[in-house]
């Protein structure tokens, strides 16, 4: 399981050292891709492909389904980790993500999300101020 915020640099080459405590899942491939409010995402490579036959299967007739499937598949792409546990970002990803020097790569259960430092702390920022809000409305699913 992926869990806690993890801060670190990306380097002149694109280059960004995943947590060494995520590695030894990371070791059969992964693959990065764009994902939701600007971050990137970071999947191992079995449960990249259990989301990417998630989305094969939904209906092809419906544009928002569409526009999902592209937006994650187009934009996916093979990652490893190399000797001293980085990965390459491609540039079309890195300028997606609006990344610069500083990033925080978020564990997010069976993903990591990789954020803009300066995006990541706005976006925490303003979740926490509504943290309430949000609380009620996952109460409606038993949370």
Do not use: C
């Amino acid at each position: 399981m992926f869990i806690g915020e993890y801060h670190h640099n990306l380097d002149e080459k694109n280059r960004l050292a995943v947590p060494v405590k995520f590695r030894a899942r990371l070791d059969d491939g992964a693959v990065v891709t764009r994902w939701l409010d600007g971050a990137l995402v970071l999947y191992p490579k079995a449960d990249w492909e259990k989301l990417a036959e998630k989305i094969s299967q939904m209906s092809i007739t419906k544009s928002d389904n569409r526009a999902f499937s592209r937006h994650l598949l187009a934009g996916a792409m093979d990652v490893s980790l190399d000797s001293q546990g980085r990965i390459v970002l491609p540039d079309y990803l890195k300028k997606y993500g609006n990344l610069k020097k500083n990033v925080v790569i978020a564990g997010v259960f069976d993903r990591l999300e990789i954020w803009d430092e300066a995006t990541w702390e706005t976006y925490r920022a303003k979740t926490e101020s509504k943290s309430d809000e949000i609380a009620e409305n996952l109460g409606q699913l038993g949370i």
